[in-house]
Nanobody, 114 residues
Framework: QVQLVESGGGLVQPGGSLRLSCVTSGFTFSTTDMKWYRQAPGKEREFVAHISAVLSTAYYGASVRGRFTVSRDNAKNTMYLQMNNLKPEDTAVYYC???????WGQGTQVTISS
């Protein structure tokens, strides 16, 4: 079955950086677009980033564009999210999901606070 395991979250100060990972199994990662979403307490799930399967073309939500970079390693069935210049409003649980497949990981908590 499809499995997604996010990791790399933590507590960092504003202006800091984190790199999230999403290790996948149970589907053909190399031919599947992937997405990152996040959900803050009391808010709806928000689109963060999308990376295409073959050309690794990336798309970003307006609130993270210019600060976050999504990438993937098809040999490792893994997607990454490099997050720089983090802000308190980036605090959320971050999830990865394959495009077109209704599957989600457990998420990884990112907390930005001084």
């Amino acid at each position: 079955q499809v499995q997604l395991v996010e990791s790399g979250g933590g507590l960092v100060q504003p202006g800091g950086s984190l790199r999230l990972s999403c290790v996948t199994s149970g589907f053909t990662f190399s031919t599947t677009d992937m997405k990152w979403y996040r959900q803050a307490p009391g808010k709806e799930r928000e689109f963060v980033a999308h990376i295409s399967a073959v050309l690794s073309t990336a798309y970003y939500g307006a609130s993270v564009r210019g600060r976050f970079t999504v990438s993937r390693d098809n040999a490792k069935n893994t997607m990454y999210l490099q997050m720089n210049n983090l802000k308190p409003e980036d605090t959320a649980v971050y999830y990865c999901t394959p495009n077109g497949i209704d599957a989600w990981g457990q998420g990884t908590q990112v907390t930005i606070s001084s």
